[in-house]
């Protein structure tokens, strides 16, 4: 008897352990559901945070815009162009300035380089480290050391008409 005792026993710990493990699991899974439920609430608390923001900013601009159109209006008078205060041309725009005045500044000069006399080509562009024309410039391991001032102020004014190409296009 006392054989079947402990069998009847040990079975009855394997249902406890096993209904244990059962409840154990469904009780995960309750958890599991509660925390999705609970990220979801979270998400839709956040998306309507940002719509309330958004809402709020669409409000004070549109309050600013009433505002501005109202101080417009009243304070400065102002309006939105009509058809007729566009131009069609430049002669029109010509027509409405003015001619200088007796104590007015000079008109703006533009400077202009002096025309080449040889075949009116172009110079060749000068490096103002070197002197060379780019394309024979140097490597950086060739570079001069030690240029001054002077000798780069020198090199910058000075055109060497050796390197102009003859029939270049002008």
């Known amino acids: ?47 309507l945070k940002q719509e309330k923001l958004f809402l709020e900013t669409e409000f004070q601009t549109r309050a600013n815009q009433h505002q501005l159109r109202n101080l417009n209006t009243v ?3 102002y309006q939105a162009p009509t058809a007729g205060q566009y131009l069609e041309n430049e002669r029109q725009l010509a027509a409405l300035g003015k001619g200088r005045a ?19 080509g172009f110079p060749a562009m000068v490096s103002p480290l070197t002197g060379k024309a780019i394309a024979a410039e140097p490597r950086d391991d ?16 000075h055109i060497d008409r050796t390197t102009i190409e003859p029939g270049a296009a002008r």
């Open 75 to 77: 304070e400065f008078g």
């Open 1 to 47: 008897m006392n054989l079947t005792r402990d069998r009847l026993r040990s079975i009855g710990w394997v249902a406890v352990l096993v209904t244990c493990a059962a409840l154990t699991l469904v009780l995960m899974v309750r958890v599991n559901a509660v925390k999705s439920e609970v990220q979801l609430a979270q998400r839709q608390i956040n998306a």
């Open 142 to 157: 060739e570079a001069p050391r030690g240029m001054t001032p002077a000798k780069l102020r020198d090199r910058l004014t």
């Open 102 to 120: 007796p104590d007015g500044p000079s008109p703006i000069r533009v400077a202009s380089a002096a025309p080449l006399e040889d075949e009116g």
